[in-house]
Each structure stands twice: as C-alpha cells, then as structure tokens.
C-alpha cells in the first residue's frame, strides 16, 4: 500500500512539474532598461499603490493602445512606442483588473529621452503622472 501511495505521489509531482516547466515569466522588478534603448523613446515608469493588477493604455488622438500591465502594490518601467512622440496631447489609462473604474492621466506633453512617472493610486481618480527628464 506504502509503494501505491508514493508511487502516484511522484507520478503527481512529475504531471505537475511537467505541466507547470513551460510558464516561467522574468520579473519586471528584476528587469533593467537599456539605457539607449530608453534616449529613443519615453519610459513609462509605473507605481501601482492599488491592490488591483493595472492594463495599461495610451491614448493619443482618441486611439487607444495596450502599452503593458502592472500587479497590484508593485512597479514597472515600460519602454514606450517611439512613433509616439513627441506627443502633445498624450493621456495614460490604467484598468484594474476587476474592470471597476480606471484611472486616466493628461494630456502629457513627452519627448524622447524622457520619463513619465505614473502613480496608481488605491483611489484611481486620485492618481497623477508627471513628466521628467
């Protein structure tokens, strides 16, 4: 009986071993940005304070686009699309995951080589973006 059991343990751990190799995703938090990768374009850096997990979205001419996401409580740095920019009326949309409310920046005024950090608050219509250098 002791050998059925632990026979059917490793035939367990292997399934799911062998189901759950394929998924291995690297951290945004252990990523770093090429530096002249980042003159080319405008990093979106993202703080999000909510617990949600944020999709984030440009908005430029009332075009929408997918730029990237963010887990809740946690950071990322995004490297924008180039052919963005430089924009003048550029806004920043993030959607919690569960699709309650959305918090939406702008209008941005970007070039290349600069930084636009972006601060989710847990009250979305209380979050703000800023523009450096």
Not at 12 to 31: I, K, M, R, W
Not at 94 to 113: D, K
């Amino acid at each position: 009986m002791f050998r059925v059991r632990l026979f059917l343990a490793i035939a367990t751990a292997a399934v799911l071993g062998a189901g759950c190799a394929g998924y291995n995703q690297a951290s945004s938090a252990g990523d770093v940005l090429d530096p002249a990768a980042a003159a080319r374009t405008v990093v979106l850096h993202v703080e999000n304070l909510n617990t949600q997990s944020m999709e984030l979205r440009t908005i430029v001419n009332g075009k929408s686009e997918f730029v990237g996401s963010v887990g809740g409580s946690d950071t990322t740095s995004i490297l924008m699309d180039p052919s963005l920019f430089p924009a003048g009326f550029l806004y920043i949309e993030a959607i919690p995951g569960n699709g309650l409310g959305r918090a939406i920046v702008g209008p941005l005024s970007a070039s290349r080589g600069q930084r636009i950090r972006f601060t989710i608050q847990p009250a979305l219509d209380m979050s703000s973006a800023i523009v450096v250098r």
